[in-house]
T-cell receptor, first 113, second 110 residues
Framework: DAGVTQSPTHLIKTRGQQVTLRCSPKSGHDTVSWYQQALGQGPQFIFQYYEEEERQRGNFPDRFSGHQFPNYSSELNVNALLLGDSALYLC????????????FGPGTRLLVL | GEDVEQSLFLSVREGDSSVINCTYTDSSSTYLYWYKQEPGAGLQLLTYIFSNMDMKQDQRLTVLLNKKDKHLSLRIADTQTGDSAIYFCAEAGGNTPLVFGKGTRLSVIA
């Protein structure tokens, strides 16, 4: 059984560009959450999706948006990239009816120059 | 707002026990978690405890919860070099997102 997968593993962008990160949840999981982890910090919650809708959102600007597809996979989009958006972006999935347990993918490391 | 505090570093000798401590502020926390992060990797869920429990044991791991003092600890028995990593404490309500501490870097000396 594959765990949570994310693509790409690494990405380099320049300021002002846009980026799309992808996540496939574990089999049997229907909820996807996204987190941003800056260097030396704990992960910060961005938003959570289930039933293809954004259900909760952390303290992130509208430049951060997302989507969930019918197969439960998800995308995180960031527009107008800033240097401060450089971080490890983590996706976590939760089983149906067990949203309190979150299993993380390996992350996408984004560097904004 | 919620806040989770951890000490930043812990160094132990191989074979000793490690105890990583965490305090949190949100009294409505329902679940408390320990995650492990190895260099360049994502977070691995080690264990979690429901707030009406005071202890949970899973092989070499023991979690203690003092809800009155809002204090959580993770004890790793017989610590091995493979346990070297960053350990994150996190809390959540029943339907709220995880709030993480900044992590404790555990170094195991052979």
């Amino acid at each position: 059984d594959a765990g949570v997968t994310q693509s790409p593993t690494h990405l380099i962008k320049t300021r002002g560009q846009q980026v799309t990160l992808r996540c496939s949840p574990k089999s049997g999981h229907d909820t996807v959450s996204w987190y941003q982890q800056a260097l030396g910090q704990g992960p910060q919650f961005i938003f959570q999706y289930y039933e293809e809708e954004e259900r909760q959102r952390g303290n992130f600007p509208d430049r951060f948006s997302g989507h969930q597809f019918p197969n439960y996979s998800s995308e995180l989009n960031v527009n107008a990239l800033l240097l401060g958006d450089s971080a490890l972006y983590l996706c976590a999935s939760s089983p149906r009816g067990r949203r309190e347990t979150q299993y993380f993918g390996p992350g996408t490391r984004l560097l904004v120059l | 707002g919620e806040d989770v505090e951890q000490s930043l570093f812990l160094s132990v000798r191989e074979g000793d026990s490690s105890v990583i401590n965490c305090t949190y502020t949100d009294s409505s926390s329902t679940y408390l978690y320990w995650y492990k992060q190895e260099p360049g990797a994502g977070l691995q869920l080690l264990t979690y405890i429901f707030s009406n429990m005071d202890m949970k044991q899973d092989q070499r791991l023991t979690v203690l919860l003092n809800k009155k003092d809002k204090h959580l600890s993770l004890r790793i028995a017989d610590t091995q070099t493979g346990d070297s990593a960053i350990y994150f404490c996190a809390e959540a309500g029943g339907n709220t997102p995880l709030v993480f501490g900044k992590g404790t870097r555990l170094s195991v000396i052979a």
